[in-house]
């Protein structure tokens, strides 16, 4: 069992950040909540985009454990982290799940195990793992052009910084292929995939006009 204590309006910004990077036709239809000893944080991606909100170090866990959660657990958690005014205490366990309870209020959310109920590749964490840790490490370079999609870079304008922080984007290009770094505020981390320009281009909907 892994039990930590977490401010309810943190845990509720880091749900919907998550959240934000669910959509409803995903093929990834989770988001993947993470505590080990070093770190607790949030994970979600579609993958083209990826978002990661981080709780910061957290007490009480031993060696690790991860909770997959739908989009209508995260609205869930969002929900009672907003209401609970105070703290939350979450348990993790392999028979009951999440257990999400307020410290000081009456509320409780429990998210069950659905590793069996849901179907997709679960390889793409360790991705998302592996290419956010990639980027970090690369060299930030100035390509002379780039090209995004606006519908995957506005989820970027849908996260929540905490009050008095700054949520504008500070990103990490290292080529106009490779994946973006991005950072908003404090606590979130992303990556963002930017559009292959020719492919886009040769596109018969776009036509030779969408490149400079």
């Known amino acids: ?5 977490v401010e ?3 845990f509720a910004r880091a749900s919907y950040n998550a ?20 770190e607790a944080f949030f994970l979600a991606t ?18 690790g454990a991860a909770v997959e959660l739908t989009r209508a657990d995260l609205a869930n958690l969002d929900k009672l982290g907003r209401t609970c005014k105070g703290e939350l205490r979450v348990v993790i366990t392999d028979d009951e799940g999440l257990i999400v309870s307020g410290v000081q209020a009456n509320t409780q959310e429990i998210i069950p195990n659905r590793v069996d109920a849901l179907s997709y590749d679960r390889k793409v964490w360790e991705l998302c793992h592996s290419l956010l840790a990639q980027l970090d490490r690369r060299e ?26 700054s949520p504008l ?15 908003c505020g404090p606590n979130f981390r ?6 292959d320009r020719e492919v886009a281009g040769a596109a018969a909907v776009r036509g030779g006009d969408f490149l400079w």
Not at 19 to 38: G, I, N, Q
């Open 1 to 5: 069992m892994h039990e930590f204590v």
């Open 19 to 38: 959240l934000a990077f669910t959509p409803a036709r995903s093929v990834v239809p989770v988001a993947m909540l993470y505590v080990s000893a070093e």
């Open 140 to 165: 930030a370079v100035i390509p002379e052009l780039l090209a995004l999609d606006p519908g995957l870079l506005s989820r970027f304008g849908k996260i929540k910084t905490p009050r008095g922080t």
């Open 169 to 183: 984007l500070d990103m990490k290009i290292t080529s106009d292929r490779d994946p973006i770094l991005i950072k």
């Open 8 to 10: 309810g309006e943190e």
């Open 46 to 63: 579609d993958t083209y985009a990826i978002g990661r909100h981080s709780l910061g170090k957290v007490d009480g866990v031993g060696h």
């Open 190 to 195: 992303g990556a963002l995939m930017p559009v």
